[in-house]
C-alpha cells in the first residue's frame, strides 16, 4: 500500500486504466499495443524479452514483443536466449526477487551468442530492468526483461514493474505461444469480423496511430514502403474514411468497442 500513497490522483487513475486494458489482452498483437501505448509511460522500454519455465533445469520457452525491425520471437531460437535468461534469473534470486536495473555489457552479459536481430538490439541497450514470479508449486517460473536503447530505469520504473508485474505476468499467460505455421499464414485470410480488417491492417493500423511514416511502418513490419501503402488504401475502403486521421479516429472507435 505504501507504493501507491506515492502516486499522484492521475497516476492512480493510470493505473487502473492499464490494468483494465491488460485484462483485454489476447493476442500477440494486443500484448503489442498494450505495451506500445500506455504502458510506455512507466516503463520505457524498446524490447520485452519474457522467458518462462524450470530455469533450474534450463527448460525455457521464451517471447519477444518488440517493435524493432527483425527483434521477433521467432527470429531468435530458444538456444540462443536460454543462457540470458537464466544468468538474468539467478541475479534476480540473488537480489532479492526484487526488481533491478542493469547495463548489458557493461555488466558481463554478453550478447554476441544472440541471433542477429535481438544481439545487435541488446548491444544498443542502454538500460535492462528486471524482474520476475516464481511458481512455488508448478516449477513454472517467469522472467521479464524490460530492454531500452536510451531510457535509464530509474527507481519510478522500478516500481512500476513491481506494480504491474501480476497484470503483465496475466496478459502474457493469456496470448496463446508463437507458433511458425501461424506466422507464416496468409494475413490476409484472418479477417476480423468485429471491424472487417485482417491481422496486417490491425498492426499498420498500431502504427499509424503512433505516427509512424509509410517508410517507418515498412522497416518495422520488414515490408516496402509501397506494400504499406497499398494496405492504407484497403483500410481506408474499409473503415470508410479519406485520410490517416480519419482512419486512427475510426480505429480508436473500433478497438474500444471490440475491448468493451
Given at each position: 500500500?505504501?507504493?501507491f500513497s506515492s502516486l499522484s490522483h492521475e497516476d492512480l487513475r493510470q493505473f487502473v486504466s492499464l490494468v483494465e486494458q491488460?485484462?483485454?489482452?489476447?493476442?500477440?498483437f494486443d500484448l503489442l499495443l498494450w505495451l506500445q501505448g500506455d504502458v510506455q509511460r512507466w516503463i520505457p522500454h524498446d524490447v520485452m524479452l519474457?522467458?518462462?519455465?524450470?530455469?533450474?533445469?534450463?527448460?525455457l520457452s521464451h517471447d519477444i514483443v518488440s517493435a524493432l525491425p527483425g527483434v521477433r520471437t521467432s527470429r531468435a531460437s530458444t538456444e540462443s536466449v536460454?543462457?540470458?535468461?537464466a544468468s538474468l534469473f539467478r541475479r534476480w534470486i540473488e537480489f532479492g526477487r526484487v526488481p533491478f536495473t542493469v547495463r548489458l555489457g557493461e555488466d558481463g552479459l554478453d550478447a554476441?551468442?544472440?541471433?542477429?536481430?535481438?544481439?545487435?538490439a541488446l548491444a544498443r541497450t542502454g538500460s535492462?530492468?528486471?524482474?520476475?514470479i516464481c511458481d512455488e508449486r508448478g516449477r513454472h517460473d517467469c522472467l521479464y526483461v524490460m530492454l531500452s536503447e536510451e531510457a535509464v530505469h530509474d527507481a519510478r520504473a522500478r516500481m512500476a514493474i513491481e506494480l504491474l508485474l501480476p497484470y503483465l505476468d496475466t496478459a502474457l499467460r493469456q496470448v496463446p505461444q508463437w507458433r511458425a505455421e501461424a506466422e507464416a499464414a496468409d494475413d490476409s485470410a484472418a479477417e476480423c469480423a468485429e471491424h472487417g480488417l485482417s491481422d496486417r491492417e490491425m498492426e499498420i493500423m498500431v502504427w499509424?496511430?503512433?505516427?509512424?511514416?509509410?517508410?517507418?511502418?515498412?522497416?518495422?513490419?520488414?515490408?516496402s514502403a509501397f506494400t504499406v501503402k497499398n494496405h492504407l488504401k484497403r483500410i481506408f475502403k474499409k473503415l470508410g474514411v479519406y485520410n490517416r486521421m480519419q482512419a486512427v479516429t475510426r480505429f480508436e472507435a473500433l478497438h474500444l468497442n471490440v475491448a468493451n
Open positions: 500500500m505504501a507504493r491488460s485484462l483485454a489482452v489476447r493476442r500477440h519474457a522467458g518462462w519455465g524450470d530455469f533450474r533445469l534450463g527448460l536460454s543462457p540470458l535468461l554476441a551468442a544472440l541471433d542477429r536481430e535481438l544481439g545487435g535492462a530492468l528486471v524482474h520476475g499509424v496511430k503512433l505516427g509512424k511514416t509509410n517508410q517507418e511502418i515498412g522497416l518495422i513490419l520488414d515490408i
